[in-house]
Nanobody, 123 residues
Framework: QVQLVESGGGLVQAGGSLRLSCAAS????????MGWFRQAPGKEREFVSI????????DYADSVKGRFSISRDNAKNTVYLQMNSLTPEDTAVYYC????????????????WGQGILVTVSS
C-alpha cells in the first residue's frame, strides 16, 4: 500500500500562489493515477484535480481550471499542485490521493489518502 505525505501548505494572501507536494512511498508510484481533493470548513470533501500514471492526461474541477496545475515526477515519486490566483474560497485542507482507476478517482474511489495539509487564503 502506498503512503502519501503532503507538504507546502500554509497562509497566503488572496491573489498569491502556493505549490503543494505529495511524496509517495511504499508502493510503485508510477502504477497510480494521482489526484488532489480539498475539504473546506463545514463542507464535504471535493475533487480538485487528477493526473494519469504517465502524466499525459489531466483534469480539473471547474472551480480551479485555469488557476491550478497538476504535475508529477515519477522519478521522485512526487505529485504537485501549483495553485495560482488564490482566493479565500480556496481555503481548505488539501488531500493527496492515489488510485488504480482514472475514472474512479474523482468519485473518491481511491487506494490511499494523504493526511491532508491546510491552505489558508486571507482576503
Amino acid at each position: 500500500q502506498v503512503q502519501l505525505v503532503e507538504s507546502g501548505g500554509g497562509l497566503v494572501q488572496a491573489g498569491g500562489s502556493l505549490r503543494l507536494s505529495c511524496a509517495a512511498s511504499g508502493g510503485t508510484f508510477s502504477r497510480y493515477h494521482m489526484g488532489w481533493f480539498r475539504q473546506a470548513p463545514g463542507k464535504e470533501r471535493e475533487f480538485v484535480s487528477i493526473i494519469s500514471r504517465s502524466g499525459i492526461s489531466t483534469d480539473y474541477a471547474d472551480s480551479v481550471k485555469g488557476r491550478f496545475s497538476i504535475s508529477r515526477d515519477n522519478a521522485k515519486n512526487t505529485v504537485y499542485l501549483q495553485m495560482n490566483s488564490l482566493t479565500p474560497e480556496d481555503t481548505a485542507v488539501y488531500y493527496c490521493a492515489a488510485a488504480g482507476s482514472y475514472s474512479s478517482l474523482p468519485r473518491n474511489a481511491v487506494d490511499a489518502w494523504g493526511q491532508g495539509i491546510l491552505v489558508t487564503v486571507s482576503s
